[in-house]
């Protein structure tokens, strides 16, 4: 067992938690709790390191968890609950978190259902935009320079396993709008001239986000055909970054064909 916070296992996941410099040197993702690690695990991923407690590998759930990585040849190692404590970026650790590779997920060429995210810096939003993107069928999300990285563990987090599955880069803007070329690009944004639903959505198309304080900045703006708005209540000035990009990424999948349940479903 790991009891001391000086081992060097134990450092390497504090300056991966801590630094995006160093996340990006070493191409390491932390993902920490039970949930995250049986996606991990469902993805056909297998983990650098993984990093658990006594507690967690006694309960029904982590000791088949703990199980399957070991059968995986993942590198387990018990720790105390202090160092535990010590890795974790939460404040109440489930007992286990594992370093993965930065997942090499190829978008498809061309791009045809794109998201573009600039200046968006609360991690928690990033994580919900993300997981909202997957579940509306994006094909790549493409993160501007100010973004919040999707490497940061809140992130992580809150997007829930998207970084599993769901191809995403934080890149220049020269990168963006070679990656665009040939899209209809649309920018959400208070007062824009065109409803969300009037656009055609079955088009190769991106859509761009801004951040939560000032919206999108000068190359977005420079880079959009034309501004999309979502009709609201005058008493509301503006909707969080990720629910207005729900409302308008489900506008697409709508458009684009999502599937009806049977009749008589729940």
Not at 44 to 63: C, D, F, H, N, Q
Not at 73 to 93: F, I
Not at 242 to 249: E, G, Q, T, W
Request: proline share 7%; glycine share 6%.
């Amino acid at each position: 067992m790991i009891t001391s916070s000086s081992n060097d296992k134990v450092k390497y996941v504090r300056r991966l938690q801590n630094q995006k410099t160093f996340r990006d040197q070493e191409r390491r993702l932390v993902m920490e709790g039970v949930r995250l690690v049986e996606e991990v695990v469902r993805a056909s991923m297998i983990p650098t390191l993984v990093l658990y407690t006594e507690a967690l590998a006694r309960e029904p759930r982590g000791k088949a968890l703990m199980a399957t990585l070991r059968a995986l040849d993942a590198p387990c190692y018990k720790v105390s609950e202090s160092v535990m404590e010590d890795c974790s970026d939460t404040v109440t650790p489930q007992g286990i978190l594992v370093l993965l590779p930065f997942p090499e997920l190829a978008p498809p060429e061309p791009l045809t259902f794109g998201l573009v995210v600039d200046r968006l810096r609360d991690p928690g939003n990033l994580g919900t935009l993300l997981r909202t993107a997957l579940a509306a069928g994006v094909e790549e999300v493409l993160l501007a320079p100010g973004s919040v990285d999707f490497s940061n563990p809140k992130v992580i987090r809150s997007a829930m396993g998207a970084h599993l599955h769901l191809p995403m880069v934080d890149t220049e803007w020269d990168t963006i709008a070679e990656k665009v070329r040939g899209c209809d690009v649309w920018l959400a944004a208070a007062g824009g001239r065109r409803l969300y639903t009037e656009v055609n959505w079955t088009r190769p198309t991106v859509l761009i986000i801004g951040g939560e304080a000032h919206g999108a900045g000068e190359r977005a703006r420079a880079l959009a055909d034309d501004r999309i708005s979502i009709p609201m209540s005058p008493a509301v000035e503006s909707l969080n970054a990720a629910v207005a990009a729900a409302v308008i990424l489900f506008e697409a999948v709508r458009q684009r064909g999502l599937q009806e349940p049977p009749p008589n479903s729940a």
